[in-house]
Nanobody
């Protein structure tokens, strides 16, 4: 059964931190090569922010200046959980954040392709 469940979103002030969690079913986790996070704000394109290879643990981040060095993806293989640590949050990070199995990664994070994703968790950053 395909299942991805996000948690950890909320409202923070600029400069704060949040850690998002994505709990995947065993089937979803074991069948995915990459699991990642993307976000979408109202009126904006879907944007990938991080991905991790579920087997080897290698990570992939888009070369987006606004994201560099602030977000970190990690995983707990034993629990089928993928985390997204977000630091130094900015108001422009406000969006719904989704966990997803990634079909295709590319240099342009708006062109990442996903197979399955969860319901999302809202992140709101106030100035």
């Amino acid at each position: 059964q395909v299942q991805l469940e996000e948690s950890g979103g909320g409202s923070v002030q600029a400069g704060g931190s949040l850690r998002l969690s994505c709990k995947a079913s065993t089937y979803t986790y074991s069948s995915a090569t990459y699991i990642g996070w993307f976000r979408q704000a109202p009126g904006k394109e879907r944007e990938g922010v991080a991905a991790i290879h579920t087997g080897g643990g290698s990570t992939y981040y888009p070369e987006t200046d606004s994201l560099k060095g602030r977000f970190t993806i990690s995983q707990d293989n034993a629990k089928n959980i993928v985390y997204l640590q977000m630091n130094s949050l900015k108001p422009e990070d406000t969006a719904m954040y989704y966990c997803a199995t990634v079909k295709h990664l590319t240099w342009d994070p708006t062109l990442w392709e996903y197979r399955y994703w969860g319901q999302g968790t809202q992140v709101t950053v106030s100035s």
